[in-house]
């Protein structure tokens, strides 16, 4: 299961806004303990996490690491992380199944600052994170595009959708 520093969305559930967007909603687990429950808003509004004010200020620290987007920030950037990493396992689940040994994914920083998702290749079983990294600057480099090891992610297990 995903996890950001004791953090868990768990029943995470995609629902269609009133523009018909995909959002997501589920319960917050902090520690293996249930503290609340988290949904985005169906109007393009905040999202709202219903938690106590203790657990809403441990989310919002831990959360500000997470605030490199100038829209949100604390509870709601760690949220929308884990959030995406959720999906980043389901991803990670259905490429293993197909018989790979996992995916890498490319950022790409844009003059705002933040990163979006360049590329995402999937990996072949059997190499090391080294040999796969390696592997892709070399690729990226053969086709033009220059490609810095910081922003490459690989995702080889389940354990790395554990962020401690």
């Known amino acids: 299961m995903a996890k950001i520093k004791g953090v ?3 029943k995470l559930v995609k629902f ?11 319960d917050i687990y902090l520690n293996g303990k249930k ?23 441990t ?14 920030s ?25 018989g790979f040994g996992g995916f890498a994914i490319v950022k790409n920083w844009s003059d705002k600052g933040y990163a979006m998702v360049d590329s995402v290749y999937n990996l072949k079983q059997g190499l090391t ?19 810095k090891a910081e922003d490459v992610k690989i995702y080889l297990s389940l354990k790395d959708f554990i962020i401690n």
């Open 8 to 10: 868990e969305l768990k």
């Open 16 to 26: 269609r806004g009133h523009e018909g967007e995909e959002l997501y909603q589920g």
């Open 35 to 57: 503290i609340g429950f988290y949904s985005d808003g169906d109007w393009g509004g905040p999202q709202s996490i219903r938690v106590s004010v203790e657990d809403e200020a």
């Open 59 to 72: 989310l919002d620290v831990l959360g500000r690491q997470f605030s490199h987007h100038s829209f949100i």
């Open 74 to 98: 604390g509870a709601e950037a760690l949220m929308s992380e884990l959030v995406n990493l959720n999906l980043l396992e389901k991803m990670f689940k259905v490429v293993v199944k197909k």
């Open 129 to 147: 994170p080294s040999e796969y990294l390696m592997g892709l600057v070399q690729y990226r480099k053969a086709k033009g595009i220059e490609t």
